[in-house]
């Protein structure tokens, strides 16, 4: 049988030392310090559960918490590569081209073969999109797809018809700007869901700069024919739609014809143009 | 519910005062009495067993309660019920037993004073009284290094393990004198001395640092008798370490 040393009295309990070395507390059952006993009842001071449970909330919570960090960054990486707007570029190679909100290229893709082949081996990955436009552009010169007098023919396709607005009158300007030296060609915008809206604009190398001062009066440039025009329906009746096509050596003279000035005159109210 | 909140508040000075917890117990004698008393369906006096492990059980409730568990006296009673029927059950083992206090048939004298007594009573009251004086001795030495043993037994390993690697460790001690002599003198623990000799993890040694402390000084000059008690214990475990 174990024998234990008294060591300490206390009012509740006594500590004792075992053979082994162990303190222990045990009941008191009238010891006095020094008596050596047996049989002792040792005290057992209850396990405290709750404090467990409660840093186990705290532990939950923390990882809802974590959790929601991480949805929340994902989601927001997650919009920063969804497409915001598609741009289908045909020149014969047809291509889309996806951008997010920011107009940064996030999708590149064949349409037809020779647009599979045009876009082989070509990185997009956070370019601009009139970098991507630009360099995909060469690339048609390149390989020969692009050349003197081809139609480009842009299709835009957005949810936002302030993008297709803005797209519609930045791009052309944008292309204008980067092959007026290279390549005489033809623009064609449309927007995918309204076949209506389609606006085409001719081009040549001479005459990229007709918005700034073959029309002299800076006023009719600003407001009607850069902004309001294109995104207007009734701008597809014009006369521009049917030459402009055909004839590539197309010029300025057909906007001092006095009919067409007439009809500027109708749309836009200014009198003092034809003066 | 004013005087339970004030029950809580003594309650919870308990739990990290001694005094305190024993002021609180003395207070409730006559509660855990009458708890008892109900629990042995008779009157439980100081004398008994019982009325121990019913003051025990207090101090356990003491140091277990936590406030948002419901109200303490409760709590105390239920843990009181507990332990003496614990403690009863333990006793029916010897039930078979002849009570040394019964009394033999037709006479006064009972069992206990019919057996031969070997003992030798003087020899064992001058024993009794030494190591109490060696025990109060360490104690006082303890005092200076401000430690109780009270502390002690809250300090002390309980695994096996962990017991004897702590013994290790004091064995490790005992074979080098002079780092006994320096714990004297610096009245501080050579604890990286003890870590590096006896290849015991730090975290062990410093998590029983008071244990260590005592069970050193024991080892000191005197407290023979304490040693003899122990020396099992430490003899056997120092064999098998080496």
């Not at chain 1, 919570?61 to 590569?81: E, K, N, R, W, Y």
């Not at chain 2, 332990?83 to 006064?108: A, P, W, Y």
Request: a negative charge.
């Amino acid at each position: 049988m174990k024998k234990y040393i008294v060591m300490e009295c206390h009012l509740s309990y006594a500590v004792v030392l075992d053979e082994d070395g162990r303190f222990l507390k045990v009941a008191n059952r009238n010891y006095k310090v020094g008596q050596t006993v047996t049989n002792v009842v040792e005290m057992q001071i209850p396990q405290s559960v709750p404090k467990e449970k409660k840093s186990r909330k705290w532990l939950y919570t923390l990882a809802a918490m974590a959790a929601c960090v991480i949805i929340v960054v994902t989601l927001v990486f997650q919009m920063g590569q969804m497409t915001y707007a598609s741009i289908y570029m045909s020149i014969n190679p047809e291509v889309r081209i996806d951008v997010n909100r920011k107009d940064i290229v996030v999708g590149l893709n064949g349409i037809n073969i020779d647009g599979n082949d045009l876009i082989k081996g070509y990185d997009y990955k956070r370019k601009n999109l009139d970098l991507v436009m630009d360099e995909l552009i060469d690339l048609a010169i390149e390989k020969g797809y692009l050349y003197e007098g081809c139609k480009i023919s842009l299709v835009l396709d957005a949810e936002s018809n302030e993008w297709i607005v803005t797209k519609s009158n930045d791009l052309p300007i944008h292309l204008n700007k980067y092959l007026s030296e290279k390549l005489t060609f033809t623009i064609e915008i449309s927007v995918k869901k309204a076949t209506n809206d389609q606006i085409i604009i001719p081009i040549n190398p001479n005459d990229s700069d007709y918005d700034d001062s073959d029309y002299g009066d800076s006023d009719y440039e600003d407001s009607d024919y850069d902004d309001s025009d294109y995104s207007n329906p009734s701008y597809d009746d014009s006369d521009y739609d049917s030459p402009s096509n055909d004839n590539p050596s197309y010029d300025d003279s057909d906007y001092d014809d006095p009919d067409d000035d007439s009809d500027y005159e109708s749309d836009s109210g200014m009198t003092d143009y034809g003066s | 519910m004013q005087k339970e909140h004030q029950i809580i508040m003594s309650v919870y000075q308990a739990k990290e005062d001694l005094q305190k917890a024993d002021d609180l117990i003395r207070d409730y004698i006559p509660f855990i009495k009458s708890e008892a008393s109900k629990c042995i369906s008779r009157f439980c006096s100081e004398q008994d067993d019982e009325f121990s492990i019913a003051m025990i059980a207090f101090h356990e409730a003491i140091l277990g309660y936590e406030h948002d568990r419901g109200a303490f006296l409760p709590y105390a009673a239920m843990l009181i019920r507990n332990r003496i029927i614990d403690f009863q059950r333990k006793e029916t083992r010897h039930q078979g037993n002849v009570s040394l206090n019964e009394e033999i048939k037709d006479s006064d004298q009972t069992l206990l004073d019919q057996i031969a007594d070997k003992r030798n009573y003087i020899q064992e009251s001058t024993n009794l009284e030494a190591t109490k004086q060696e025990i109060e001795e360490l104690s006082a030495v303890m005092a200076d290094f401000g430690v109780t043993f009270s502390d002690v037994a809250d300090n002390s390993p309980k695994q096996e393990r962990t017991l004897e690697a702590c013994a290790v460790a004091i064995n490790y001690a005992i074979e080098n004198k002079h780092l006994l002599d320096t714990l004297l003198k610096t009245k501080k623990l050579p604890l990286a001395q003890l870590v590096k000799g006896s290849g015991i993890e730090r975290k062990t040694l410093e998590r029983h640092r008071k244990y260590i402390l005592v069970m050193l000084l024991i080892q000191t000059n005197g407290y023979e008798i304490i040693r003899g008690h122990l020396r099992h214990a430490l003899k056997t475990k120092g064999g098998t370490s080496v």
